[in-house]
């Protein structure tokens, strides 16, 4: 037989899975021990089960085991008594056999009538075979589990070990020749022959409250969520669970404070020693900083108003620090508000910066020192310094800023949801409120950034769980009144209106999410079938179809004059979504690009028609613009959205390859787009006074332009020269004989007279069966390097 395999002994369990009455109704771990249990016996009360489903029904092999050993006494003192022993009945051997039949054991069918000589050793090790089979079944390793449960120790069988009941002295090793072989071996296959009762008491069982200090231990160190922590400079810093930095409560005083850098010390040092320490008046900081809260937050609404202007007299006036106000953040913020004044000031000289670059340098140098240990400062900072960037085309610090923000914002848990710690009073409502806003604000400027560019954002929102803006007037921030300050000529029907911050944010934010799934696979990856794609684009236009019809009362916007005139931001808004509109359709302008084939959906000439919807609709929204706020006044964004619009629009009115009748048709529709074209370069014009990235605009979308009609130019000459080989050797088939040779037609010579400009002859309507059979697909505009120049909004190499 095989050697048998030894094996440490299990340490016991030290509570039960079904607990005795007491335990069950005092709600407390039992640990099983018979015949009271600990907790029973510290309490002098009775320990008893419920036998309906306490399971603690003696074992059928236990029960065997002990009258395998028994049997086995009795037989080893009849021999040894010189003693014959009796024969097993048959109707017994029956009965025995039967029951080991029944509970899957094997059973060696013997004649129970010889002797003890009959039986072999081969039997015997047969026997223990059997053992070695049953003992590896699962329910012999179940039994055991529930004796270790009860306090009975069963360490791994051996066969030479010797046995003891506490019976009787221990009898000798069993010999080969057993009396009643078929009764006994038998038995002993099913018997443990190492077992033994405890002959030492259990070991101790913690109390309840080690217990409970232990799960407590476990818990934490086991956690896979993270949590705000207190760290040295006051802050709360959020780590995850694998950071080790949550299993602390509190960071202070655990690691060494970082001794105060000398940029924090000699702040004023350092701007001096830029030339950008000049002392800036009161009043000028305050203008600036109006014209930010008017005309650029809310579009981007990082800052909330009263909370800024309350920390600011804190800081300035109490001496109070406090994390929603740095020098850096009122900085950046008069940096953007100077791009809606003139360029110089008369009273403050920063030659050779401008008014915007001053404020913007000192922003920048402050923000070194505050990275360190930021704030919620910080992060409102970079967002704002991102905008301004865009606004003067340094796309790359820009979109680096915009990053920034993003990482610092995970960096102090702005994405945890704050109602509970609201509840324990770890953090004021209007905290959390201020922590909501700058989190969806960079946000917001991350998604902007990502459009803009045409880069992946890499923001997964799963783990996002603060809530969205707040979209129904509940916020705990009374809004303020919206006032077109520092500009007293313009329209005055929009005097003390409501200025609904918090719908607006909810809505973009709304609208990013609507746009997510389809911007990683649109212009992110071919790693997606074309009929797969044109299904998700198809969900995505039906979704942002049904934000806009459930836009609110207040961001609805009302042609009719009985209306009041739209909010600026509520403009931007909605230009936002046509935008977004046009990025759905403009792939499948093209007609081979990334159509599905077989054809699936409405094709190219519909995604033409909803881009050239949507870009005439952005510039009617710039009329209104126009009408009521002037160019001076627009938002950053706004020229990304012209962008979009002007570029659809040139692709409509450049020349292309069409009948008289088309043109005919198609002129009174090209002076209209033309009109809205015109509105375009006119906004762009206005605001390139203040921001260099509509200047940028202007010139890129002036060379595409040319670059446009030079290309279809060649393209229609050289259509028009092959159309015309066609239809010369056309007429020459049918006007020469069969037995004449075809010879070649010269371009230039022997011209058709019916044969005119490709732009104005009536050429083209009778050639349609030759060229939309031959010659379609050169007519298509759209070259792989012209659709890559669409879709990324600029040229390569231009303007790095």
């Known amino acids: 037989m095989s050697p048998r395999r030894s094996t440490a002994p299990k340490a016991a369990r030290k509570h039960v899975t079904r607990a005795c009455n007491p335990c069950r109704e005092g709600k407390v771990k039992c640990d099983g021990v018979t015949p009271a249990c600990t907790i029973c016996s510290a309490k002098g009360k009775k320990c ?30 009849i021999r040894d008594q010189g003693l014959k022993a009796p024969s097993m009945d048959a109707e017994d ?51 055991r589990d529930r004796d270790r449960a009860n306090g009975l120790q069963t360490p791994q069988p051996t066969v030479n070990e010797p046995v003891s009941l506490g019976l009787s002295p221990a009898p000798p090793a069993v010999e080969n020749h057993i009396s009643s072989p078929n009764v006994a071996s038998a038995l002993l296959a099913l018997a443990d022959t190492s077992w033994r009762p405890p002959t030492e008491p259990p070991p101790p069982v913690a109390s309840d409250d080690e217990e409970d200090d232990e799960d407590e231990v476990t818990n934490q160190l086991s956690c896979r969520l993270g949590k705000l922590q ?41 701007l001096d020693s830029a030339d950008l320490g000049l002392e800036v008046d009161e009043s000028l900081e305050r203008h600036l900083l109006q014209l930010y809260f008017t005309w650029h937050d809310p579009s981007m609404h990082a800052v909330s108003e009263d909370v800024f202007w309350r920390s600011r007299a804190q800081e300035k006036y109490q001496g109070t620090d406090t994390p929603y106000y740095s020098r850096s953040l009122s900085d950046a913020m008069c940096a953007v508000g100077a791009a809606y004044e003139s360029k110089y000031h008369p009273d403050l000289i920063t030659l050779p910066r401008s008014l915007a670059e001053f404020f913007a340098d000192r922003a920048k140098l402050l923000l070194e020192s505050e990275l360190e240990s930021p704030s919620l400062a910080a992060i409102q900072t970079l967002v704002i310094l991102s905008a301004y960037e865009a606004s003067c085309t340094r796309d790359t610090r820009g979109w680096l800023y915009s990053g920034m923000a993003m990482r610092l914002a995970f960096d102090l848990g702005l994405h945890l949801d704050m109602g509970p710690y609201v509840e324990r009073g770890t953090i004021a409502p209007e905290d959390a409120e201020a922590r909501r806003v700058t989190f969806w604000a960079a946000y917001t400027s991350e998604q902007f950034w990502g459009y803009y560019l045409g880069r992946p954002t890499r923001n997964a929102t799963d ?144 995604a033409r028609a909803m881009c050239v919807e949507s870009a005439i609709a952005i510039a009617k929204l710039l009329g209104i613009y126009e009408r009521y706020y ?144 031959h010659a379609s697909y050169a007519v298509d505009f759209l070259e792989p390097d012209l659709c890559n120049i669409l879709l990324s909004e600029g040229i390569p190499r231009a303007f790095v």
């Not at 054991?105 to 090790?125: C, V, Y």
């Not at 049904?546 to 509520?570: C, F, G, M, S």
């Not at 002037?630 to 292309?656: C, E, H």
């Open 48 to 77: 008893t089960y419920r036998s309906t489903d306490d399971k603690r029904k003696i074992p059928l092999r236990i029960s065997l085991s002990v009258l395998a050993q028994r049997i086995n006494q009795l037989s080893c003192f």
């Open 93 to 143: 051997f029956n009965t025995m056999k039967g029951v080991f039949e029944t509970i899957g054991l094997e059973f060696e069918d013997t004649n129970w009538t010889q002797g003890p000589s009959a039986r072999s050793e081969t039997g015997l090790d047969n026997s223990y075979t059997v053992l070695d089979d049953s003992m590896a079944s699962d329910d012999t390793t179940g039994d």
């Open 230 to 270: 207190l760290t040295q400079g006051g802050q709360l810093r959020y780590f995850g669970s694998t950071s080790n930095f949550t299993l602390l409560d509190v960071l202070v005083g655990v690691a060494p404070s970082s001794p105060v850098s000398s940029s924090q010390q000699n702040t004023q040092e350092i």
């Open 463 to 606: 783990g996002i769980t603060v809530s969205k803006p707040e979209g129904h007037g509940n916020s705990p921030l009374q809004p303020l009144k919206w006032q077109q300050y520092g500009s007293p000529y313009l329209s005055r029907c929009i005097a003390n209106l409501p200025n609904p911050l918090g719908l607006v944010c909810f809505q973009w934010v709304s609208l990013y999410e609507v746009m997510l799934p389809l911007t990683d696979v649109l212009y992110g990856t071919c790693e997606i079938s074309k009929h797969r794609l044109q299904e998700l684009t198809s969900r995505t236009v039906d979704q942002l179809r049904e934000w806009k019809t459930n836009l609110p009362p207040e961001l609805r916007i009302y042609e009719t004059a009985d209306y009041l005139q739209p909010l600026p931001h509520v403009l931007a808004l909605h230009m936002q979504y046509y935008q977004l509109m046009i990025h759905c359709h403009r792939p499948y302008i093209s007609r081979h690009h990334i159509q599905p084939q077989p054809p699936q959906g409405p094709g190219h000439n519909h």
């Open 630 to 773: 002037s160019f001076r006044r627009a938002n950053f964004q706004i020229v990304s959205f012209v962008f979009s619009a002007a570029l659809i629009l040139i692709f409509t009115v450049v020349p292309a390859r069409r009948t008289e009748r088309e043109r005919d048709c198609d002129r009174d529709r090209d002076g209209e787009l033309l009109v809205h074209l015109s509105v375009c370069f006119r906004a762009l014009d206005e605001m390139g006074s203040q921001f260099e990235s509509a200047k940028r605009t202007s010139t890129l979308l002036n060379t595409l332009q040319m670059e446009w009609q030079t290309r279809r130019r060649k393209r229609r000459t050289r259509i028009a020269r092959g159309v015309k080989r066609k239809y010369d050797t056309v007429q020459q088939q049918q006007q020469q004989t069969s037995e004449l040779e075809l010879e070649p037609s010269v371009p230039g010579q022997g011209q058709s007279q019916d044969f005119q400009c490709p732009e104005t002859g009536p050429l083209w309507s009778g050639l349609d069966s030759i060229t939309d059979g």
